[in-house]
């Protein structure tokens, strides 16, 4: 039997409505992938229906070795530029029977792979710390290290080990008449009550609290409970003032101004 057509080596983003029925090309002909366009014709391959269970945003295989069919598993990895329109190795035995397909990471699901080791494995291989990232910013946006000279001289001091002791106290305000003292340079960051449940808010507070250090409101306006469980609260002041009352300054012992 042929083997399918490597349409491409990513997935394409298709928006789905729930009940409708589509027709996914399986022989990688079709001029309009994802679907199905009649290009089997001919052929042992016969598209494959499959209806929507919801409406929203889907990622449909185009490589057409995922393990999943219609949505990409991350298979198109294996593919590079040159493979695009040739025929692929097709489906192997492991990956056509009732195994699960191996979670592989994709610029679309960068975790997948991750979450599936740390329920086989916990942080005994990792470390106890986790994997050690950047946050916040999706990891292909990032320089990496081949991008990155390092002189000689930013090694001429070598990094302390994570068992040596430091001062980590942070100042904030250390000109003003009542300066914010916090023991380690960090605090938890705006998230307002109502994004945020009662309960997690609280908890955030006190943990800050047994770490030295503190939180702020978010823009919503302070919390009475967040704000008794934490002795370093920041009450945040925005341009547009939601939940601001001057009435409440003097429970609080810094501001967070955003614009």
């Not at 191996?102 to 792979?113: D, I, L, N, R």
Request: glycine share 10%.
């Amino acid at each position: 039997m042929e083997n399918p057509v490597v349409a491409a080596n990513t997935p394409i983003k298709v928006e789905l409505k729930k009940d409708q029925e589509y027709y996914f090309c399986v022989c990688g002909r079709s001029a309009k992938q994802p679907y199905c366009d009649g290009s089997h014709a001919g052929s042992a391959f016969k598209p494959r229906p499959f209806t929507a269970e919801e409406t929203g945003e889907a990622y449909l295989c185009r490589c057409k070795h995922t393990a999943n069919p219609p949505y990409c598993d991350g298979s198109h990895k294996q593919f590079t530029a040159d493979q695009v329109g040739k025929p692929g190795p097709g489906m192997s035995s492991s990956t056509t029977g009732n195994s699960a397909p191996v979670a592989q990471a994709t610029a679309e699901e960068p975790t997948v792979e991750l979450i599936h080791q740390l329920a086989r494995e916990g942080l005994g291989k990792m470390g106890h710390h986790g994997p050690m990232t950047a946050m916040g910013v999706p990891r292909q946006q990032l320089p990496q290290w081949d991008d990155i000279q390092i002189m000689t001289a930013q090694m001429a001091v070598k990094p302390l080990m994570e068992d040596q002791l430091v001062a980590t106290e942070t100042v904030i305000g250390p000109e003003a008449r009542k300066p914010l003292s916090l023991k380690i340079p960090l605090f938890v960051s705006d998230m307002s009550f109502g994004a945020l449940s009662e309960e997690a808010k609280i908890a955030l507070a006190r943990g800050a609290e047994l770490a030295g250090t503190g939180i702020c409101s978010g823009e919503g306006g302070m919390l009475p409970e967040e704000q008794a469980e934490n002795s370093r609260y920041f009450y945040e002041l925005a341009s547009a003032m939601f939940g601001y009352q001057e009435s409440l300054l003097n429970q609080v012992q810094a501001f967070h101004f955003k614009g």
